[in-house]
């Protein structure tokens, strides 16, 4: 199992930008997909980016298309999240995972999970 790590998140103002970093240790993620979600305080979590294993595919959230990015380096074993032109109803904590091969707007459809950064738009 792969364990993942995401870090990059913080306090930014309305139209600022974050990266976030999602860094995996114990085993390759070149052959996993890779998402992105995040979860607002009592909100359900939610699909924000995803990615195939080969860099292939990228999706989108609607809330989130053409502000954020994703994108990875297998060979530093990263993902990464750019998010520009933040808004305060992005503010939340923000979750990397993984799952074999192909990237999936489903959180049920995830194997590995990090612990989340925090990520807090202000108005």
């Known amino acids: 199992q792969v364990q993942l790590v995401e870090s990059g998140g913080g306090l930014v103002q309305a139209g600022g930008s974050l990266r976030l970093s999602c860094a995996a240790s114990?085993?390759?993620?070149?052959?996993?997909?890779m998402g992105w979600f995040r979860q607002a305080p009592g909100k359900e979590r939610e699909f924000v980016a995803a990615?195939?294993?080969?860099?292939?595919?990228?999706r989108y959230a609607d809330s989130v298309k053409g502000r954020f990015t994703i994108s990875r380096d297998n060979a530093a074993n990263t993902m990464y999240l750019q998010m520009n032109s933040l808004k305060p109803e992005d503010t939340a904590v923000y979750f990397c995972?993984?799952?074999?091969?192909?990237?999936?707007?489903?959180?049920?459809?995830?194997?590995?999970w990090g612990q989340g950064t925090q990520v807090t738009v202000s108005s």
């Open positions: 995972a993984g799952k074999s091969l192909w990237g999936s707007t489903e959180s049920k459809d995830y194997t590995s």
């Open positions: 990615i195939n294993w080969n860099g292939s595919g990228p």
């Open positions: 114990g085993r390759t993620i070149s052959l996993y997909g």
